[in-house]
């Protein structure tokens, strides 16, 4: 397994059981049930995700996944924006997806 996908293994993994930890840790305000929600569900795209590109790292798998991390990023940076509250958990999100589609890039080019 490359260190890209046990990273977003071990993210998603804490998303999806401990997402107080990671909001906790960036916001300045306690986790709401909505976004404890919305956490766990990314934290599953991400167990899934590294799932499937580890079983079936062809181009299209990578392409497919490099835009999800990038539409992720963009989407993450819009709440940024918009929403005071989570404005540093959603920045701080938009920072790791974008670096994971710059990976998934990277290895769409290097692939066979």
Request: no cysteine.
């Amino acid at each position: 397994m490359k260190r890209v996908a046990i990273a977003r293994t071990l993210y998603g993994a804490t998303l999806l059981l401990a997402p107080n930890l990671l909001i906790g840790a960036v916001s300045s305000r306690e986790a709401s049930g909505a976004s404890v929600t919305v956490a766990r569900i990314l934290g599953a795209r991400h167990l899934m995700q590294a799932l499937t590109l580890e079983r079936s790292a062809s181009r299209l798998w990578l392409g497919v996944g490099a835009a999800v991390d990038g539409l992720h990023s963009l989407s993450m940076v819009a709440l940024a924006a918009l929403s005071g509250g989570y404005r540093r958990p959603a920045a701080y999100d938009a920072v790791f997806a974008g670096l994971l589609a710059l990976s998934g890039i990277r290895e769409v080019q290097n692939a066979r």
